[in-house]
């Protein structure tokens, strides 16, 4: 089993940052492919950024490019999603997601959540 412990969000104003950080335990985290995903309520959640397990590769959703940069620490277990010049439209809940195996944008293949982390943005 693998726990995922998400930290970091909170309020910030239109064009601020904030950095998510995930925690992980369980498994041995460098097997494990990352990612963060984000929900409103009565709406789907969905992909925003995933890394590979090797680090190799990153993946964003076209409304985050260029503003949002998915890192992560196998030594310390840990995934960062990195937030730039936010807006009132990037209000959810972030979660964080590991799968086994590479790189989806597809929830439905993440194997393992964390509980969530609520991220505001204030006009």
């Known amino acids: 089993q693998v726990r995922l412990v998400e930290s970091g969000g909170g309020l910030v104003q239109d064009g601020g940052s904030l950095r998510l950080s995930c925690v992980t335990s369980?498994?041995?985290?460098?097997?494990?492919?990352m990612g963060w995903f984000r929900q409103n309520p009565g709406k789907e959640r969905e992909f925003v950024a995933a890394?590979?397990?090797?680090?190799?590769?990153?993946y964003y959703a076209d409304s985050v490019k260029g503003r949002f940069t998915i890192s992560r620490n196998n030594a310390k277990n840990t995934v960062y999603l990195e937030m730039n010049n936010l807006r009132p439209e990037d209000t959810a809940v972030y979660y964080c997601?590991?799968?086994?195996?590479?790189?989806?944008?597809?929830?439905?293949?993440?194997?393992?959540w964390g509980q969530g982390t609520q991220v505001t943005v204030s006009t």
């Open positions: 997601a590991a799968k086994i195996g590479g790189f989806s944008d597809s929830r439905s293949t993440y194997d393992y």
């Open positions: 369980g498994r041995t985290f460098s097997t494990l492919s």
């Open positions: 890394i590979t397990w090797s680090r190799e590769s990153t």
